[in-house]
Structures are given as C-alpha cells and as structure tokens.
C-alpha cells in the first residue's frame, strides 16, 4: 500500500520512503525510479524513537514536511503478540510524535489502523490503558500483554492484532484537537482483506476469512487503498481530521447485519 501511494503522491511530490527492510527499500525504489520518481530512501525501524527521528531529519533536510502516509505494520502471522503490538502500537507513536514535534503547519499525516479495530468487541479493547503509550512505553507493552494472555497461545498474536489496531483508531482520534492546536490534521484509515504479500499471509485465517462476507466479495488492492491514502493527505481533504475511515468492502457492515438477523432468529 505504502509503495501504491508513492506512485501517486510522488507525481507532485518529493518523497521519502522507509523500510525496515533494504531489499524491500531498494525494489520499491527501482519501480518509482522506472516512473520518473526519484525517491531518497532511509532504512528505519518505526520501534526506535531514535531512528525515526533520524528519519524525520532526513525528510526535513529535503524541504518542509507536508504529509506522512504511515503504512508500517505487521500482521498476526509474521510474529509473537510483543512483536507485533510494538511494531502497529509503538511504532504509530514514534512516527506520528516526530511528525507532531517536525511537520509544518497544515501538514497531514495517515495512519493505518485495520477492520480488525472494529470487529474486536469492545469488552476487549483495553481503552483505559491506551494513553500509557504516549508516557511509559514499558507500562503499556505490561499492560497490554495482561490483556493479551487471556487468549491462549495460538491466539495471542491475533488478538494483539485487534489490540494494536484499536490503538492506532484510538491514537488518531484521540489526538485530533492536540494537532490541531499545532495546524495538523490526522487520520486513520481501515483496509479490509488487502491483496498485497502482507494480506494474503492471512488467506487461511483473518481478513481473508471473512472476504465472502463482504457486500464486495473479493480482496481489495492495494491500488484502491492507495488513493484514499493520498487523497486524506491533499488539499481537498482539508476539513478531514480525528475520524477513522472504515475501507472494507463491506464486512464489518454485512457481519453486523447478518449477527442481527441471527440474533432475531435466535
């Protein structure tokens, strides 16, 4: 998705792409640079505060910050519930704190949350703690492995998917009125099932089991997430902050639907 929406914005836009990984840096480079985008690449792990402020002053030496589109994120299958709450919870705290303490005014920034943050019932969703995550980092990874080891071991990466994900809702919403004191906009995003190397890791399980419930019963590309991405960054998307915008085809609304007709039955 991060590298569908550089083709976009890189049209009018100078870019800056970051990656955990350099061989995903480097393929990712090669196809703007076959597009006439150039961009500058900077290896950076979202999970150290220091390297994303390295990442940050990368970017400024370039020009003013005017948009960041946050993309980085793992998904259930790719490691333990540590991992991943670290990566999609710390990692959007990282991202988007630089960007709040470097961006200029009228800036935007786009996080991706998941249609797992609206399909996890809200019993689950340890809100309260949530803030811990801007102050005592140590506190809130405590807090939310409390949370996750309620499910057993098999489960628990899944439900720190939800967990991770309701953050970021959380984080962007939350947030809203102190970013707009400083004349930044923020946004999250929910993709449903994605067709990208990330989503179909979850063909089996996941987003990719609940596709043919969708009102639209196919996976999403990651073409059409990329243009919402971009347009929540332009100018025409001005007045668009502290909202998350649910992009599933259909699931959570034909899952919420048919779970009330059930209930009827029943």
Known sequence: MGLATAKIVGRDHVVVLCDVRQDGLESAAAVLNDLAITPTVVNCDVTDRQAVDRLFKTASGLGSVTSVIHTA???????????????????????????????????????????????????????????????????????????????PEESRSGLAYGVSKSFVRWYSTAQAERFTNRGLRIVSISPGAVDTEMGRLEEQAGAGAVVTNAAVPRWGTAEEMAELLAFCISAKAGYLTGTDILNDGGVVASMTERARVAALKG
């Not at 710390?90 to 800036?107: D, K, P, R, S």
């Not at 140590?138 to 499910?151: N, Q, R, Y």
Request: hydrophobic share 50%; net charge negative; glycine share 6%.
């Open 73 to 151: 994120g793992v998904s259930p299958s790719m490691g333990a519930a540590d991992y991943v709450l670290r990566t999609n919870a710390l990692g959007t705290v990282n991202v988007n704190e630089v960007f709040y303490q470097t961006a200029c005014e009228g800036a935007a920034i786009v996080n991706v949350a998941s249609m797992a943050a609206h399909l996890l019932p809200q019993e689950l969703i340890p809100t309260a703690h949530f803030p811990l995550a801007l102050s005592d980092a140590d506190g809130f990874m405590a807090a939310m492995d409390t949370v996750c080891s309620v499910a």
